[in-house]
Nanobody, 118 residues
Framework: QVQLVESGGGLVQPGGSLRLSCAAS????????MGWYRQVPGNERELVVSITSSGSKNSADSVKGRFTISRDNAKNTVYLQMNSLKPEDTAVYYCNARFRRSIEYIYWGQGTQVTVSS
């Protein structure tokens, strides 16, 4: 059974930092592209950052220079370091695992709330 378990969300003041973690089980973690998405009620889920199995990274323009994704294959865990947080970063953040061979395998975590407010 595949599980992606996020942790680290919470309430932070503007300009503050948070680190999210996503622990994966039930998959060959090192082969998967891992990503963080976020969603605000009424909006579509959007990609924030991703990291491939080889370590290539991609990020949305809105978070470049502020958010950093990293992975620890030994711990089957992906991290999202968020700095200089803004109120518009408030959302539910979801961990995503994706692998494509003959078919595509996609898994999601349950989400963790991040609220940026004074």
């Amino acid at each position: 059974q595949v599980q992606l378990v996020e942790s680290g969300g919470g309430l932070v003041q503007p300009g503050g930092s948070l680190r999210l973690s996503c622990a994966a089980s039930g998959i060959n973690f090192s082969l998967y592209t891992m990503g963080w998405y976020r969603q605000v009620p009424g909006n579509e889920r959007e990609l924030v950052v991703s990291i491939t199995s080889s370590g290539s990274k991609n990020s949305a323009d809105s978070v470049k220079g502020r958010f950093t994704i990293s992975r620890d294959n030994a711990k089957n865990t992906v991290y999202l370091q968020m700095n200089s947080l803004k109120p518009e970063d408030t959302a539910v953040y979801y961990c995503n695992a994706r692998f494509r061979r003959s078919i595509e395998y996609i898994y999601w975590g349950q989400g963790t709330q991040v609220t940026v407010s004074s």
